[in-house]
Nanobody, 124 residues
Framework: QVQLVESGGGLVQAGGSLRLSCAAS????????MGWFRQAPGKEREFVAG????????YYADSVKGRFTISRDNAKNTVYLQMNSLKPEDTAVYYC?????????????????WGQGTQVTVSS
């Protein structure tokens, strides 16, 4: 089992920045890909970014490319999402997820472990 706890959400003005953190505990953290997803009210959960266990493979949703950066520190069992140039449409609950296997996947059903989510609100 893996337990994931997100932090770092909050209220920010458009154009501002936030850094989300996801602390993992349980089984060995460093052996699988990690992902960030988000879900806005009335919408389906969507992929934001993913990172391989080594950190050498990274994928972003087109909507966040150039603005968000995912990273991980396996020594600290933590994955991060640096969010810059935030827009009102980035407002959502952001979830950290972990999966077994080697490849990053962009669908939520591909992840076995989820955090409780952290709210990000971007005001215009």
């Amino acid at each position: 089992q893996v337990q994931l706890v997100e932090s770092g959400g909050g209220l920010v003005q458009a154009g501002g920045s936030l850094r989300l953190s996801c602390a993992a505990s349980g089984r060995t953290f460093s052996t699988g890909p990690m992902g960030w997803f988000r879900q806005a009210p009335g919408k389906e959960r969507e992929f934001v970014a993913g990172i391989s266990w080594s950190g050498r493979s990274i994928y972003y949703a087109d909507s966040v490319k150039g603005r968000f950066t995912i990273s991980r520190d396996n020594a600290k069992n933590t994955v991060y999402l640096q969010m810059n140039s935030l827009k009102p449409e980035d407002t959502a609950v952001y979830y950290c997820a972990a999966r077994n296997g080697q490849n990053i996947v962009v669908i939520s059903s591909g992840y076995s472990y989820w955090g409780q989510g952290t709210q990000v609100t971007v005001s215009s």
